[in-house]
């Protein structure tokens, strides 16, 4: 195998960072769509069904390290085809039926195209874990071209995002290996956030109807 010269390593890293930075330019995108949403919402219902939004995206040390974890060959064609989350985007919504109803309106404009939907909330993982999880594609129009950039998006309630950032924690600290008795304890939390949430949205109902 010959060696990498210096002058197709500078190209590389030049190629990673543009490819890199087309990730953040659909980020923006899907955040504009997602605040034009809320404020029209707020505008048109008197209502904001999102209560907040965060987004994210890797950085190049993390996709290198992520690319090496799963036996991805670090090169732009392979991470673009095996690595689906470089950005992402959180939407945290009041009620389950919000959920629903912002994946809905998010993917139902002409120029979002879903990849995949994954609902833990009608099926949740093992440990109780429930969101609603979609991969899409969002056009970046550049100067001379345009890309269709893969964007995952979760969105769950209050409770639900209160429920998996707890769990964060918990396994962060015990470095994943965490006791049996505390994996039950988060097991029975998330059926008590999930009974949270069927309670808000029935008072909600009686309340507005």
């Keep these: 195998m010959s060696a990498i010269v210096p002058e197709e390593q500078s190209a590389f890293l030049r190629e990673l960072r543009l490819f890199h930075l087309n990730y953040k330019f659909g980020l923006d995108e899907i955040l504009t769509k997602i605040n034009i949403l809320r404020e029209e ?8 069904p999102i209560e907040h939004v965060n987004s994210r995206i890797k950085t190049i040390d ?5 690319a090496a974890r799963i036996g991805c060959p670090f090169e732009l064609e392979a991470i673009g085809e095996q690595i689906r989350d470089i950005a992402g985007v959180r939407i945290v919504c009041s009620f389950i039926a919000d959920v629903y109803r912002v994946l809905e309106m998010l993917t139902s404009q002409p120029d979002v195209t879903v990849c995949e939907v994954k609902d833990y909330i009608a099926r949740p993982k093992a440990n109780g874990y429930r969101s609603l999880h979609a991969i899409v594609e969002i056009p970046v129009f ?4 345009t890309r269709a950039v893969p964007i995952e998006v979760q969105i769950r309630t209050v409770a639900m995002d ?12 015990y470095a994943k290996d965490v006791p049996v008795e505390l994996v039950e304890e988060l097991s029975a939390a998330a059926g008590v956030a999930h009974e949270l949430d069927g309670r808000m949205a029935e008072l909600h109902r009686i309340v507005h109807g």
């Design 162 to 173: 209160f429920w998996a950032s707890v769990e964060h924690k918990i396994y962060y600290k």
């Design 41 to 48: 919402m707020t505008f048109r219902d008197g209502a904001n």
């Design 62 to 66: 993390s996709l290198r390290a992520k």
């Design 142 to 145: 550049l100067s001379d071209t």
